[in-house]
């Protein structure tokens, strides 16, 4: 490949934000949004326990996955597929930190709100090699679940050689959305129809490995893996609009292969679900007190787009290829994100309605102020500390 001059990528980039402003691109902030000050607060000392983190102990965001995570096309101009190959980090729904909260809702940003000296949200359009634009956004345009093994260990390089990150003793949040790209080739690779010993699939063992290594290396650690999407809904966003399925013929091989059915397309969703869910039901990343691993399963029930109207796909929710989610749609999901992690664990809503921005972000709990874990969900008194204000 013909390397492109930085100075043209740079007019490419500056004309695509010229025009997005121009445009008035369409967003979901949270202005004014608080809570209570005894769930702002952090701890009076810092917490050991995975179990007593506060939202204002964790310091340090991070982030593993897929163009969705890298928030390819979420600044795009409407009717300019081209400029999806950029990637808009500062807009991701995990970890974006281009606007305030206010303006554009993302986990990293509701979390300022409790820690304004938050270190790791990505800002600004670039790849995952440039921190100054990325710095904890480890995401990979096509990306599969193998993939987020390297992201792990490059993740954990970072973190160990950044003068502002003190890897033993900062709480640090990562954030893990992995699998479209899986589903995008599962059709034609025998690799990804596999399954390993103990009856757990590639996908499965793919996350595990890459949370192992972030479990080895990372003392003071929340995994927050936001469960699989039914990408099923696609090809009701395809129907009838010929531009979008022919950009998807291109961008997900399986996803336009009318043999591969829709109820198989579920399945596989639902197969990959299922894994996600095993690795947290059966505590494999319990067994030391200063890691732990959630799943926030709010995408698992979601049969349906979002809708402008009855029947009608509201397509402001995705980037002009149909696919990848715009900056509303970033600022959409960031609030469900956000709205599932406060959730104890076993009580979190499995389906969301994405037609509704009304929804508004939710406070942590008074009575359980931590994040909530499999274990503080089920005995919050036993993981129970002081905040600052006690």
Partial sequence: MTKIPQSFTLYVVSTVLLCSVAYGLKDLGAPNWSCDASVMAKSKKVPTSAHS???ADIKVIGALGDSLTAANGAGAPPGDPLAVILQYRGLAFQIGGDKSLDEHITVANVLRKFNPNLVGASKGIGSENVWEVAHLNMGV?????KDIIGQARALVNTMHSHSEINVKEDWKLVNIFIGANDICVYCEDPYFNSTAPHGKTTFENNIIAAVKILHDNLPRTIVSLTGMFNMRMLRKIDKKKYFCEGLHTFECDCESNQKFTDDDIQGVCFGYMDGEKDIQTTGLFDDKDDFTF???PFFNG???PP??????VDMTFFAPDCFHFSAYGHGNIGMHLWNTIVQPVGFKQTSVNLSDPTVGLHCPSTSCPFFPTTKNSKNCAAHFTLSELD
């Avoid at 345009?141 to 679940?145: D, F, T, V």
């Fill in 307 to 312: 809708y402008a109207s009855p029947g009608v």
């Fill in 53 to 55: 983190v506060r939202f």
């Fill in 294 to 296: 959630v799943v926030q």
């Fill in 302 to 304: 979601i049969l349906d």
């Fill in 141 to 145: 345009p096509g990306a599969e679940s």
